[in-house]
C-alpha cells in the first residue's frame, strides 16, 4: 500500500468494531443470515449504513453506524476474523504499533462470554501478527462501558474488570479501559472498576474530556491514577491540569477527525492539539473508528499538517510520544523507538 508519510506509524486509540470494512460486514452478515440496512445488496450499497455521512450533524447518527458490527459480532468466528484483518490492514498502512480495543460486554447478545470475546479477538490478532511477519506489534486493551449511571451495567463492568487482570497474568490481554457515553454521571462512579486493575497491576488508559469537562480528566489521572486518556482535549480548559499531566508524564490519546464528527470540537483549525503539543504535553494521534468516521491516520497528519500547521518531524515524534505510552513490553518498546529515531 502506497504511503503518503514515511515514518512508522502508531495508533493507540483504535476500536475493533469501528474498524470493520464494508466488505466484510457485508459478507459476515450474508453468512449468518443477518438482515442488512436498507437491504443492501452489495458493499457499495451497504457502505452508507455504515461510513459516517459528514453532511450529517448528529451524534446519534455516528453511534447508529456501530449497530450492524455489534449484531454480526457476537460469536467468535467473527470476532477472530474482525481482529485478524485489521492487523493486517495496519500492517500494509505502515504502522509498527497498535493498541486495539473492544468491549466484550457488548458480544453476549447470543451467549458468548466475555471470555471467550477475549479469546477469540486475541486468537485473531495472533493469526494476523503471523501473518504479517513482524511488522506491527500489536496490544489488546478491554473496556469497560459507561451506557449510562454505573450500576446500569456494573456487574457486566466487575467481569470486565476482573478478566482484565486474570488475562493480563497470562500475556493476553495489556490493558483496561473505560469507554461509551460520557456525562451520565462522573467517572469517580467507576472508581472500583480501576481499583480492580490496579490492584491486579493491570495497565490502564480511560476516556475521558472528550465530551465532558477537564475535571473528568482529572478524575482519570488523581483517582484511578491512569498515565493514558482517551481524547482528553478538553484538558486545554485547565491549564494547572495541563502542567500537571505533563509532571507525572500523562499521554494523549487523540482522534482529531472523530472529535469533528462527534461534534466535541468545531474544526480542525480549532482544535487544541497544537497549542497542547507545543506546551510540552505527550498528544499522540489516531483514528478512534477508521471505517466508521472514514478516515486513516494519514489522513489525520494531512489535516494536522494543512490545518494547524503540524511539521513531519512532529507528527514522527508524536509517534515517538505513543511508543514511548504503548502497553507493550519495554524490549518491544526498544525495538519501536529504533524504528522511528531517524525520523525526528
Ligand atoms: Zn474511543
Not at 130 to 140: D, E, P, Q, R, Y
Not at 256 to 271: A, D, F, G, I, R
Not at 291 to 316: C, Q, R
Amino acid at each position: 500500500m502506497q504511503q503518503r508519510y514515511p515514518f512508522p506509524k502508531t495508533e493507540l486509540h483504535l476500536h475493533l468494531d469501528g474498524a470493520i470494512l464494508p466488505s466484510t460486514l457485508f459478507e459476515m452478515a450474508k453468512e449468518r443470515g443477518i438482515e442488512l440496512p436498507g437491504n443492501a445488496q452489495s458493499p457499495e450499497e451497504l457502505t452508507p449504513y455504515v461510513v459516517y455521512d459528514p453532511t450529517c450533524v448528529s451524534v446519534n447518527t455516528f453511534l447508529e453506524k456501530f449497530e450492524l458490527p455489534t449484531t454480526i459480532l457476537q460469536d467468535q468466528a467473527a470476532l477472530e476474523r474482525a481482529a485478524y484483518e485489521l492487523v493486517v490492514r495496519v500492517a500494509n498502512q505502515g504502522h509498527m504499533y497498535a493498541d486495539i480495543r473492544f468491549a466484550p460486554q457488548i458480544h453476549t447478545r447470543n451467549g458468548m462470554t466475555q471470555a471467550e470475546a477475549i479469546e477469540a479477538v486475541r486468537a485473531g490478532i495472533d493469526r494476523g501478527l503471523a501473518a504479517t511477519n513482524g511488522s506491527v506489534i500489536v496490544s489488546l486493551i478491554v473496556c469497560c462501558m459507561s451506557f449510562g449511571t454505573a450500576d446500569l451495567n456494573h456487574e457486566a463492568n466487575l467481569e470486565t474488570a476482573r478478566l482484565a487482570v486474570e488475562y493480563h497474568d497470562r500475556g493476553i490481554v495489556q490493558a483496561m479501559d473505560l469507554a461509551g457515553a460520557e456525562g451520565f454521571c462522573h467517572l469517580t462512579d467507576f472508581k472500583d472498576l480501576f481499583d480492580i486493575a490496579n490492584e491486579g497491576k493491570c495497565p490502564i488508559t480511560c476516556h475521558a474530556g472528550d465530551s465532558q469537562e477537564p475535571i473528568e480528566i482529572r478524575t482519570a489521572i488523581e483517582v484511578f491514577g491512569s498515565r493514558r486518556i482517551g481524547h482528553g482535549h478538553h484538558i486545554y480548559d485547565d491549564p494547572d491540569l495541563i502542567q500537571e499531566a505533563i509532571e507525572k508524564g500523562v499521554t494523549l490519546e487523540v482522534c482529531p477527525t472523530s472529535n469533528l464528527q462527534c461534534l466535541t470540537q468545531p474544526s480542525y483549525e480549532e482544535h487544541p492539539i497544537k497549542k497542547l503539543f507545543d506546551m510540552g504535553l505527550h498528544v499522540t494521534v489516531s483514528t478512534d473508528n477508521p471505517v466508521i468516521s472514514g478516515v486513516s491516520v494519514e489522513d489525520e497528519y494531512d489535516h494536522l499538517k494543512e490545518s494547524l500547521g503540524f511539521t513531519d518531524k512532529e507528527l514522527a515524534r508524536m509517534n515517538l510520544y505513543a511508543v514511548e505510552a504503548a502497553f507493550c513490553s519495554d524490549e518491544e518498546k526498544e525495538i519501536l523507538k529504533k524504528k522511528i529515531e531517524p525520523y525526528l
